[in-house]
């Protein structure tokens, strides 16, 4: 379901005090029925240019420390050197500063209305550039869970960081599917070299979510999704956040069996940051 657009307060005040319950119910309903929500104008174009400085700088300190490597995603372009598409997990673990954005506390504030208790477990970005050719393939987030129990108050959002159109890559889904029957994943090599999972649904009913910069879509694992290949003539970059019950205590799991990086902020801080 895609919400109608917001109307842009004056006030700062977190997901807009004004129509907080009427977008609470809405957006809830639509999980319920549809399995995925798309929201318009619910920040505005400082806090998205906040958001894409720091995942930019994560990037580049990913792209300089060896021990950061691991979290990078990349699918070679033709010209060598250049990229067709990269991604980064854990950005937040590279820039703390993000989980301090505007955009952040506001998706956190959302998600514990929509789904109860819960904390942030997941951080994706993926920049696909321009006239990509790689298409995100449908899947369910779900299949890529090493165990299959159920998350019943697990969210993600997509947050764009420009506007995104159906030819730029935007998110599109089937609605309903979060109700039926998981579907068989078959795994393929992705061009990145990493091990993919790819659904092959019925995409007749397939709904396309194209966004402003300052909006989102919300999804539950269930939900099939897909994204075209960017042919838009600019970057499309968006950074995903998931929340679950226990978030915050995965994540502290991972770093103590050694799974993420540890960020040498001194080091880091005493280096002048390029401009993104």
């Given at each position: 379901?895609?919400?109608?657009?917001?109307?842009?307060?004056?006030?700062?005040?977190?997901?807009?005090?004004?129509?907080?319950?009427?977008?609470?119910?809405?957006?809830?309903?639509?999980?319920?029925?549809?399995?995925?929500?798309?929201?318009?104008?619910?920040?505005?174009?400082?806090?998205?240019?906040?958001?894409?400085?720091?995942?930019?700088?994560?990037?580049?300190?990913?792209?300089?420390?060896?021990?950061?490597?691991?979290?990078?995603?990349?699918?070679?372009?033709?010209?060598?050197?250049?990229?067709?598409?990269?991604?980064?997990?854990?950005?937040?673990?590279?820039?703390?500063?993000?989980?301090?954005?505007?955009?952040?506390?506001?998706?956190?504030?959302?998600?514990?209305?929509?789904?109860?208790?819960?904390?942030?477990?997941?951080?994706?970005?993926?920049?696909?550039?321009?006239?990509?050719?790689?298409?995100?393939?449908?899947?369910?987030?779900?299949?890529?869970?090493?165990w299959q129990l159920p998350r019943p108050h697990q969210l993600h959002f997509w947050i764009p960081l420009q506007d995104v159109a159906r030819d730029g890559g935007c998110m599109e889904f089937l609605p309903g599917s979060h109700r039926r029957p998981a579907l068989r994943h078959e795994t393929v090599l992705r061009a990145?070299?990493?091990?993919?999972?790819?659904?092959?649904?019925?995409?007749?009913?397939?709904?396309?979510?194209?966004?402003?910069?300052?909006?989102?879509?919300?999804?539950?694992?269930?939900?099939?999704?897909?994204?075209?290949?960017?042919?838009?003539?600019?970057?499309?970059?968006?950074?995903?956040?998931?929340?679950?019950?226990?978030?915050?205590?995965?994540?502290?799991?991972?770093?103590?069996?050694?799974?993420?990086?540890?960020?040498?902020?001194?080091?880091?801080?005493?280096?002048?940051?390029?401009?993104?």
């Amino acid at each position: 379901m895609i919400l109608p657009r917001l109307r842009r307060r004056s006030s700062p005040a977190p997901i807009y005090d004004a129509v907080d319950d009427w977008l609470s119910q809405t957006a809830a309903e639509a999980l319920r029925r549809d399995g995925f929500v798309a929201v318009e104008r619910l920040f505005s174009a400082t806090e998205v240019q906040a958001v894409q400085t720091l995942l930019d700088r994560a990037f580049e300190r990913a792209m300089r420390m060896p021990a950061a490597n691991a979290l990078l995603v990349c699918y070679p372009a033709d010209a060598p050197g250049g990229w067709d598409q990269i991604e980064l997990n854990y950005a937040a673990t590279l820039a703390p500063a993000l989980l301090q954005t505007a955009v952040f506390r506001r998706c956190t504030t959302l998600a514990r209305r929509l789904a109860g208790p819960g904390s942030h477990a997941f951080d994706h970005a993926i920049y696909k550039a321009a006239h990509n050719r790689t298409e995100t393939p449908w899947h369910q987030d779900a299949a890529f869970r090493r165990w299959q129990l159920p998350r019943p108050h697990q969210l993600h959002f997509w947050i764009p960081l420009q506007d995104v159109a159906r030819d730029g890559g935007c998110m599109e889904f089937l609605p309903g599917s979060h109700r039926r029957p998981a579907l068989r994943h078959e795994t393929v090599l992705r061009a990145s070299g990493r091990i993919g999972l790819v659904a092959a649904p019925d995409p007749a009913a397939r709904v396309a979510c194209p966004l402003s910069a300052g909006g989102l879509t919300i999804h539950t694992p269930a939900t099939l999704h897909c994204a075209r290949a960017n042919a838009s003539d600019v970057p499309r970059r968006a950074w995903v956040l998931q929340f679950g019950l226990f978030g915050e205590t995965r994540l502290a799991a991972k770093r103590l069996a050694g799974s993420l990086v540890k960020l040498p902020v001194g080091r880091l801080r005493s280096r002048p940051e390029r401009p993104a």
